[in-house]
């Protein structure tokens, strides 16, 4: 498709019209994906492209392929369904957006901080621990843990005959964690590493929320 093409779209219902190259602002994303010829893509009836997900919360996410700027109206609450828009758009930079217009209204009621260890033994076994709220947890739809604080990532779950908790198979699981992390709210604090033994090297980064905390 090219660029200064005009596209209509059916987005749950809600007719919206825009170009190529504004669904393409961010080329890495799943909908700058679905425009760049990677995807197949779908037409109903009136030759609009379908995509099937809320119309109502697509227009500030349009708004912010357009701007780079997220508008909200002052009474704004469907945070959590504009945050899964953003995850199911997999646009990075609107979910960094959010969680600073959050931040800046005060939704983050007090500090919180996530500590992800990382334990490294001998002969190349790697674990991972994570220690916060449980309701944290369970806010973070990539991530699990077991009753020892141990991390279980959902996205290589399914190889359990080989994967035990604490245990992630992804290629980077610190850009995994990190980014779930990121999701909900927290941003990088800190960290130190240290040698409890000789056959093990423990890595803990703290990551904190909160109205309090700055970048």
Known sequence: MKQDQIVSLNVGGKYYMTSVSTLTTYPDSMIGSMFSGRFPKVRDNQGNYVIDRDGKIFRYILNFLRTAQLCLPERFAEWDLLEAEADFYQIAQLSEAILTAKESRGLYCSNVTFELEQRKHWGGLTEWYGYTDSNIIRSMPK???????????????VDEESLRAGICKCKDPFKRFFQEISNAGFRYCSSVAENLRKSEEIVVWTFCRGPLYSQ
Do not use: E
């Not at 991530?143 to 779950?157: E, F, G, P, T, Y």
């Open 143 to 157: 991530l699990s843990r077991d009753d020892d604080n141990r991390l279980i990532c959902n996205l290589c779950k």
